[in-house]
């Protein structure tokens, strides 16, 4: 029966993590589940970093981004001794089960985890990538959109202003979904992705066919997966011989108030998370897909996420 369980970020924070875990400790205590924050993510397992929370423990964080819980990357927790100790933490606090707010890096390494010692394990799908396979939306990446495309209208004032050509970096890994986002919502004239092959080359003809035409100013936006800002706006001055600016939007992406969307989905996955543990599910994740909450197994959350790209992609074609 499940008495006790654990609460634990890991991987890149995101906006709405602590709403999460707001939701996850209330959920539980109002189950009659103990629960015990974990601090570090995987490290707090291993180093047995960790204290039982109550209601309070989770005031005032819903509007917080980050985590309470602090996060990073753990390749400790990949090594037999890393798992071992982390599972002697977990059976001196009795602790019956575990949820973990992070991406798919995050869910890789729980699942290996149950895989090997049978601790009960839900995921919460955070990641400002949105790149979990199985879901529609992950929390965090609505606010990291937002965030993103704020600055990306305010790069546009200039870009109009002066006409210049901007290329802006985006986060994303390997999914361009934050660069597509940012694109079809700021208007802008191409984006790269790393789901995409780009030719710099087709991209500076277009740019002088437009100048021809009296269009002077561009917005390019560059997924960090698939291409760096400076490189791409080197080769287009060096083929168009016209001046470009950068800029790198960089983690300014992982802060800051998450917005509803972000919390809405945390509070609602929290809250389902705890539910899953008390009827006995594991090695999955809560997911929101097609308009509902439901779940989804880590080893379909783990594979690479194929998410409407297409579509997106050349509704952009269509609308610039
Ligand atoms: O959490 C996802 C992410 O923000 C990616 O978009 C980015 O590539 C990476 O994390 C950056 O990692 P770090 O914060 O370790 O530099």
Redesign the pocket.
């Not at 707001?22 to 629960?35: D, F, G, Q, Y």
């Not at 087709?202 to 390019?220: D, E, T």
């Not at 490189?231 to 001046?243: F, G, N, Q, R």
């Given at each position: 029966m499940m008495k006790k369980i654990a609460v634990l970020t890991t991987?890149?924070d995101a906006p709405g993590m602590n709403a999460a875990i707001r939701a996850v400790v209330r959920s539980a205590i109002n189950s009659k589940l103990e629960v015990m924050g974990v601090f570090r993510g995987w490290w707090g397992l291993i180093n047995e970093e960790l204290k039982s929370f109550d209601h309070r423990s989770v005031s005032g964080i819903i509007n917080q981004g980050g985590t309470i819980l602090k996060t990073g990357r753990c390749p400790e927790f990949y090594t037999a001794e890393g798992q071992e100790r982390a599972y002697q933490t977990i059976k001196k606090h009795s602790i019956d089960g575990i949820i973990v707010i992070g991406?798919n890096g995050s869910f890789k390494a729980a699942h290996e985890f149950y895989k090997k010692y049978k601790v009960p394990c839900i995921g919460i799908p955070a990641?400002?990538?949105n790149d979990v396979n199985g879901i529609d939306m992950t929390i965090g990446a609505d606010t990291a959109v937002n965030t993103a495309l704020a600055a990306i209208d305010n790069i546009r004032d200039t870009a109009t202003s002066m006409e210049r050509i901007f290329v802006v970096e985006v986060?994303?890994?390997d999914f361009g979904y934050i660069a597509l986002m940012v694109a079809l919502g700021g208007g802008c004239e191409e984006v790269i992705i790393p789901e995409k092959k780009f030719d710099l080359e087709a991209i500076s003809h277009n740019i002088v066919q437009g100048s021809l035409k009296g269009k002077m100013s561009w917005i390019i936006v560059v997924a960090?997966g698939a291409a760096r800002a400076d490189d791409v706006a080197k080769k287009i001055t060096e083929i168009t011989d016209l001046e470009t600016r950068t800029v790198v939007l960089g983690?300014v992406q992982?802060g800051g108030r998450p917005t509803a969307i972000s919390r809405d989905l945390a509070l609602n996955l929290g809250k389902a998370a705890v539910d899953c543990l008390l009827k006995g599910d594991s090695d999955k994740a809560v997911a929101f897909h097609h308009g509902k909450i439901g779940t989804v197994d880590f080893e379909t959350a783990i594979k690479k996420k194929e998410l409407g790209i297409e579509d997106m992609y050349n509704l952009l074609k269509i609308l610039t």
């Amino acid at each position: 029966m499940m008495k006790k369980i654990a609460v634990l970020t890991t991987g890149g924070d995101a906006p709405g993590m602590n709403a999460a875990i707001r939701a996850v400790v209330r959920s539980a205590i109002n189950s009659k589940l103990e629960v015990m924050g974990v601090f570090r993510g995987w490290w707090g397992l291993i180093n047995e970093e960790l204290k039982s929370f109550d209601h309070r423990s989770v005031s005032g964080i819903i509007n917080q981004g980050g985590t309470i819980l602090k996060t990073g990357r753990c390749p400790e927790f990949y090594t037999a001794e890393g798992q071992e100790r982390a599972y002697q933490t977990i059976k001196k606090h009795s602790i019956d089960g575990i949820i973990v707010i992070g991406g798919n890096g995050s869910f890789k390494a729980a699942h290996e985890f149950y895989k090997k010692y049978k601790v009960p394990c839900i995921g919460i799908p955070a990641s400002i990538d949105n790149d979990v396979n199985g879901i529609d939306m992950t929390i965090g990446a609505d606010t990291a959109v937002n965030t993103a495309l704020a600055a990306i209208d305010n790069i546009r004032d200039t870009a109009t202003s002066m006409e210049r050509i901007f290329v802006v970096e985006v986060m994303g890994r390997d999914f361009g979904y934050i660069a597509l986002m940012v694109a079809l919502g700021g208007g802008c004239e191409e984006v790269i992705i790393p789901e995409k092959k780009f030719d710099l080359e087709a991209i500076s003809h277009n740019i002088v066919q437009g100048s021809l035409k009296g269009k002077m100013s561009w917005i390019i936006v560059v997924a960090e997966g698939a291409a760096r800002a400076d490189d791409v706006a080197k080769k287009i001055t060096e083929i168009t011989d016209l001046e470009t600016r950068t800029v790198v939007l960089g983690h300014v992406q992982r802060g800051g108030r998450p917005t509803a969307i972000s919390r809405d989905l945390a509070l609602n996955l929290g809250k389902a998370a705890v539910d899953c543990l008390l009827k006995g599910d594991s090695d999955k994740a809560v997911a929101f897909h097609h308009g509902k909450i439901g779940t989804v197994d880590f080893e379909t959350a783990i594979k690479k996420k194929e998410l409407g790209i297409e579509d997106m992609y050349n509704l952009l074609k269509i609308l610039t």
